[in-house]
């Protein structure tokens, strides 16, 4: 199994450009998520998706879209991107469970280092 | 709101001695779940150890232990006989209740130094 994927590993853009992100899993979870991480902070979620087809926003959304046609893939768009989108770029998936009760760790990907020009 | 605090940017240990990194967070639900994850300067999250709100026992991994005090809302990861290999970041996350596994919340992290 390898687990939790990321493509790139490594992308400088622009500003105004666009690119996509993309994550993939092959341990067949239904929830997956994208959080970035900036320096001097923990991470944050951009947004998730709890099955195919489903996706909702996290706790920074603005500037970034998201998919999930496949269960097995999520995919992080950035229409145009700014500087403030610098960041290293998480992707995770787990399966469901109860927060509380449930041991449902998130698996994460190995990050996507993204620079903004 | 919910919240996680980690008081501690930094902190040194000496090699084999153990040391406690603090975790305190805020949450108005019964229901939810604590994790600590270390990130080596490698980049990658690495899962440690996991406790849940309704949990009596102290959660315990190996040389990883969560001491968890739930009046208190503070859930402390203790690294026992630390190793130099153990240097790097380290978040505690808390992930709210009911059917969930979204909307996990992380600290900011602590940068651990074990010195040889």
């Known amino acids: 199994n390898a687990g939790v994927t990321q493509t790139p590993k490594f992308r400088v853009l622009k500003t105004g450009q666009s690119m996509t992100l993309l994550c993939a899993q092959d341990m067949n979870h239904e929830y997956m998520y994208w959080y970035r991480q900036d320096p001097g902070m923990g991470l944050r979620l951009i947004h998730y998706s709890v099955g195919e087809g489903t996706t909702a926003k996290g706790e920074v959304p603005d500037g970034y879209n998201v998919s999930r046609l496949k269960k097995q893939n999520f995919l992080l768009g950035l229409e145009s991107a700014a500087p403030s989108q610098t960041s290293v770029y998480f992707c995770a998936s787990s399966v469901p469970g109860l927060a509380e009760s449930s041991y449902n760790e998130q698996f994460f990907g190995p990050g996507t280092r993204l620079t903004v020009l | 709101a919910q919240k996680i605090t980690q008081t501690q940017p930094g902190m040194f240990v000496q090699e084999k001695e153990a040391v406690t990194l603090d975790c305190t967070y805020d949450t108005s639900d019964q229901s939810y779940g604590l994790f600590w994850y270390k990130q080596p300067s490698s980049g990658e999250m690495i899962f440690l150890i996991y406790?849940?709100?309704?949990?009596?026992q102290n959660a315990t991994e190996g040389r990883y232990s969560l001491n968890f005090q739930k009046a208190r809302k503070s859930a402390n990861l203790v690294i026992s006989a630390s190793q130099l290999g153990d240097s790097a970041m380290y978040f505690c996350?808390?992930?709210?209740?009911?059917?969930?596994?979204?909307?996990?919340?992380f600290g900011a992290g602590t940068r651990l130094f074990v010195k040889a």
């Open positions: 996350a808390m992930r709210e209740g009911g059917t969930g596994g979204f909307k996990t919340i």
């Open positions: 406790q849940g709100s309704y949990d009596e």
